[in-house]
């Protein structure tokens, strides 16, 4: 079964993009698993052509209008639909790709990389995806009653697991049959306002829950990066969700993230893009009871993945 590791970037996020599938490539891509950019003709930075040649071999670049499929939908409040790009991949990719794992622009791939998931288990779900602090914040989280009502709003159960879009993996075949992408797409198109978080919104009220759940390790995103968790979670992708992102001016995270950014394009065809990391970085206050009750709960699920916690 062929595997497609997709980006799908607007123009804003293309160099980024490109940065993150330099990084699955550098971790390892089993030979069943392409990496695939795909985007619009105008979306692609002058000086791609430039792009170190052994790597741009490695990497697919597909270009689509993808406008006929999904300009019925509302427009982020940044102007772009490149958000809708994932619900329509099995409309766009080669029938060689019965798998694709979707993956944002704005991530961090590190330690074994993206291999396990060529091979994870959905157990006969439509896709796998990990649960989004939407939900986490019921532990403790600053934003726990605003999230519980968002997903009460969407007509979510609040022990219905909340997961975030930006490390999926999908099985072609059960989301054409279910029509996921087309029915996500209507159902944003049809009452905007409802659907906050767009494509992930839409698809949560889908599935209520009926995803194969994938441990932090692969999506350690928002507050996940404020608990100290990495020695206990070990993530394989750290997932920048906020904004400032890594490579913007004015990123009050760790700098260690910028960095990954910084090296990556200084060395490439838009070494301009870069920003020098900040020189210090303190964590912020731990919010201690968040985070031992996210360990318990933690501690207490099975995720498709295996993972179990590194707690000495």
């Known amino acids: 079964m062929k595997t497609a590791i997709c980006l799908t970037p607007d123009r804003k996020f293309f160099g980024p993009a490109v940065c993150v599938a330099a990084q699955a490539i550098a971790a390892g891509i089993p030979d069943d698993a392409d990496i695939v950019i795909l985007c619009e003709k ?74 396990p998931l060529v091979s994870l288990d959905l157990k006969g779900a439509p896709m796998a995806a990990a649960i989004d602090m939407i939900f986490y914040m019921d532990f403790g989280g600053h934003l726990a009653a605003q999230f519980k009502a968002h997903r009460a709003s969407l007509g979510l159960a609040p022990d219905a697991p909340y997961f975030n879009n930006g490390v999926t993996v999908i099985h072609r075949a059960k989301w054409e049959a279910e029509e996921l992408g087309s029915r996500a797409l209507a159902l944003i198109a049809g009452d905007p306002d409802r659907y906050r978080w767009f494509d992930q919104d839409a698809l949560n009220v889908l599935l209520q829950g009926r995803f194969t759940p994938l441990s932090p390790r692969f999506n350690f995103m928002g507050d996940f990066l404020l608990l100290d968790l990495e020695n206990e979670v070990r993530p394989a992708i750290r997932h920048f969700v906020l904004r400032p992102k890594p490579w913007e001016q004015g990123y009050a995270g760790d700098p260690r993230h910028c960095e990954i950014f910084y090296r990556w394009f200084r060395s490439s065809p838009w070494p301009e893009f870069a920003t020098a990391p900040a020189v210090a970085w303190n964590l912020p206050p731990l919010n201690g009871l968040f985070r031992r009750n996210l360990l318990e709960f933690l501690c207490g699920q099975h995720f498709a993945d295996r993972f179990s916690l590194a707690i000495s």
């Open 42 to 115: 105008g979306d692609i930075w002058p000086g791609y052509e430039r792009l170190d040649a052994s790597l741009r071999a490695k990497i697919k670049l597909i270009t689509f209008d993808f406008s006929p499929l999904i300009d019925h939908a509302p427009a982020t409040p940044n102007g772009s639909r490149a958000i809708y790009r994932r619900l329509v991949l099995d409309r766009v990719l080669p029938q060689e790709y019965r798998r694709f794992i979707a993956i944002d622009s704005d991530i961090a791939i590190g330690r074994e990389g993206l291999s």
